[in-house]
């Protein structure tokens, strides 16, 4: 609201009729930007061809680079998810107050990688057992979720979770929360494809997260 609403307004000048008005508009404004979202994005998922998916986990550079190796991925999008603020700002969101989260979209081809594959990719490049990070970031825009846009999409995320949580290769359970995707706000360009532009500091930066050992450890590989 506090972007809506001009900073010099004062409620407490304001006949009460008139303040019911302007919070009425707000709210009807921010679900109708939500079931916009919502249209558009279901609408984009046709029964074949490319489709699009939203997954929050940790540092969006690393998640977008990892989730764009896989087969059937035809791009990756740094960006923000979650949270009520509108048009968010890196520093906004890496303050913590906005609920956002680091979030990737990823368009693929779903005749090439089911959602199901592609869900069981990102839970096995990211730690989903983290609730307040992910490797050294900390906070919950760093924390793990599957932003789902279909009651099919939401079942079958929480199937995939069961199965890799019973494979006991995890040393906790997996907290990756499973909620309903929100408005997606693409990052600043200086974010989009950062491990590709950046190899040097990505690499260095990537080695300290701990990623690294932590995926040889548990899946016998480094992704």
């Known amino acids: 609201m506090k972007k809506l609403i001009n900073p010099r307004f004062n409620l407490k000048k304001t006949p009460m ?8 508009v707000v709210i009807s404004f921010l679900f109708y930007r939500q079931n916009i979202f919502l249209k558009n994005a ?12 939203y997954f929050a986990g940790g540092c969006f550079w690393s998640a977008e680079s990892a989730l764009e190796k896989l087969d059937g991925v035809t791009d990756a999008v740094s960006g923000y998810m979650g949270g009520d603020e509108i048009n968010p700002s890196y ?14 979209k990823v368009i693929y081809d779903n005749k090439k990688v089911s959602y199901e594959k592609l869900t069981e990719y990102f ?3 990211i ?21 789902y846009l279909t009651t099919d999409e939401k079942a079958i995320a929480s199937r995939v979770i069961t199965k890799l949580d019973q494979t006991k290769k995890l040393s906790k359970p997996i907290v990756t929360k499973i ?19 950046n190899p040097v500091q990505y690499g260095l930066y990537r080695s300290a997260s ?14």
């Not at 909620?179 to 532009?197: G, I, L, R, S, T």
């Not at 990623?211 to 548990?218: C, G, K, L």
């Open 210 to 223: 701990g990623r690294n050992e932590f995926f040889s450890r548990t899946w016998g590989n480094t992704h």
């Open 127 to 147: 730690d989903p057992t983290d609730p307040e990070g992910s490797f050294f970031d900390r906070g919950f825009h760093y924390t793990s979720a599957i932003y």
């Open 123 to 125: 839970l096995k490049n």
């Open 91 to 104: 520093e906004d969101v890496s303050s913590g107050r906005t609920g956002h989260r680091e979030t990737v």
């Open 42 to 53: 279901q609408s984009i998922n046709k029964p074949t061809g490319n489709v699009v998916a």
């Open 179 to 197: 909620e309903p995707a929100k408005v997606f706000y693409m990052a600043e360009e200086y974010h989009q494809d950062y491990a590709k532009n």
């Open 17 to 24: 009729a008139l303040v019911v008005i302007i919070v009425t």
